[in-house]
Nanobody, 123 residues
Framework: QVQLVESGGGLMQAGGSLRLSCVAS????????MAWFRQAPGKEREFVAA???????RYADSVKGRFTVSRANVKNTVSLQVNSLKAEDTAVYYC?????????????????WGQGTQVTVSS
């Protein structure tokens, strides 16, 4: 079993920045991809960014240039740096982990999910 815990959300102002973190614990040898998804009110959950065990990163077109996914110095910790926040970034952000190398943009490719952290951007 793998447990994922997100942190770093909150109320932010448009144009600002934030950093979300996800810490994975438990048995993780089968995991080759960790990702961030988000779900805005009334919308479906959508892919945001992913990082594979070989450090290759993937991004949704809508966030390229503003979002950066990376592995933190702390083991099994993945971060999402978000710059130039927009009101449309308001959502619950979820960390996911699994072996979804080829299907990294699909939520079905992930076996483990965090509880989510709310990000609200005021304009």
């Amino acid at each position: 079993q793998v447990q994922l815990v997100e942190s770093g959300g909150g109320l932010m102002q448009a144009g600002g920045s934030l950093r979300l973190s996800c810490v994975a614990s438990g048995r993780t040898p089968s995991i080759n991809t960790m990702a961030w998804f988000r779900q805005a009110p009334g919308k479906e959950r959508e892919f945001v960014a992913a990082i594979h065990s070989n450090s290759v990163t993937r991004y949704a077109d809508s966030v390229k240039g503003r979002f950066t996914v990376s592995r933190a110095n702390v083991k099994n910790t993945v971060s999402l740096q978000v710059n130039s926040l927009k009101a449309e970034d308001t959502a619950v952000y979820y960390c996911a982990a699994g072996s979804a190398y080829r299907s990294y943009a699909s939520s079905h490719g992930y076996d483990y999910w965090g509880q989510g952290t709310q990000v609200t951007v005021s304009s």
